[in-house]
């Protein structure tokens, strides 16, 4: 990362995926280690999918899209799921030099907020075991949180409104600008 970006979020924009974003996502994704591409997708993805793209960019009743731009790259990608066994299922990825600035729960406050604003009221993640970023930042805003070892990942399942609470705390900006 240049200066200015390394030590906060300043310029980046997350707004609503696009279809118009699938080559730029697809670029994303093989820019990803294989680590990083394992802890988000269980596997590794060198070679997506034009199905896997579409369905990362695709936003409708069920699945809502979000990604974070930086100059006009892809940085970060997260998306939720209606139907799962909470009321969303989310999932959340950010490119290896953005890691540990935050980016991460920026996404993450800004896809249960409009979440919440549809009506969902618990939160579902599926984390593997090894993901220990992930899981202290669930143990950071969903204490209570209900955790259930099975087979290497972890399934939580956690209350929307508590995580805003946290978020609210801790976020300087609108839900869709960092």
């Known amino acids: 990362m240049s200066g200015t970006q390394g030590d906060s979020l300043s310029g980046v924009l997350i707004r609503t995926a696009a279809c118009e974003d699938a080559e730029r996502v697809r670029s994303f994704l093989t820019g990803l280690s294989l680590g990083t591409q394992t802890l988000r997708f269980f596997t590794g993805v060198s070679r997506p999918a034009a199905s896997m793209v579409r369905a990362l960019v695709e936003v409708d009743d069920v699945k809502d899209a979000l990604v974070a731009v930086y100059g006009g790259e892809i940085v970060g990608h997260a998306m939720s799921y209606r139907g799962g066994p909470a009321d969303v299922e989310i999932a959340v990825v950010v490119t290896d030099r953005w890691q540990g600035l935050g980016l991460g729960t920026r ?36 204490p209570d949180a209900k955790m259930k070892v099975s087979a290497g990942t972890v399934e939580v399942t956690a209350m929307i409104r508590e995580a805003l609470i946290f978020a609210e705390q801790g976020s300087g900006g609108s839900p869709l600008t960092v």
């Open 107 to 142: 996404l993450v406050d800004a896809l249960l907020g409009r979440a919440a604003a549809r009506g969902a009221r618990t939160v579902g993640m599926d984390v593997l075991g090894d993901n220990r970023r992930a899981l202290g930042m669930i143990r950071r805003f969903w």
